[in-house]
């Protein structure tokens, strides 16, 4: 799915004595659902899931494709 990178925010704290740490990217796209206008999400991102070598500030304002599984969860990300 095609959608526009808005910002992002970098993520490390703890729950439950777990370290959580990952990118949150903030995007908007077109949506059915939407009566005028776009779409936005909130996508968290485990360092694993962002290429090696991709600094997401170059890619702000830009579209990119993120791909998700049947539950909505992120699979893939490419950002050419």
């Known amino acids: 799915m ?3 990178l808005l910002g992002y925010s970098e ?3 703890s729950k439950d004595g777990d370290r959580i740490i990952g990118t949150k990217i ?15 999400a909130s ?3 485990r360092p694993e899931m962002i290429p090696e070598g991709v ?5 702000l304002g ?8 049947h539950r909505g969860r ?3 990300l490419d950002f050419s």
Do not use: C, H, P, W
């Open 2 to 4: 095609k959608q526009m």
């Open 11 to 13: 993520v490390d704290f």
């Open 26 to 40: 903030f995007t908007s796209y077109e949506s059915r659902s939407i009566t005028a206008g776009q779409e936005t």
């Open 43 to 45: 996508i968290f991102l």
């Open 55 to 59: 600094n997401i500030s170059d890619y």
């Open 62 to 69: 830009m579209e990119i494709e993120i791909d998700f599984d």
């Open 74 to 76: 992120v699979v893939g």
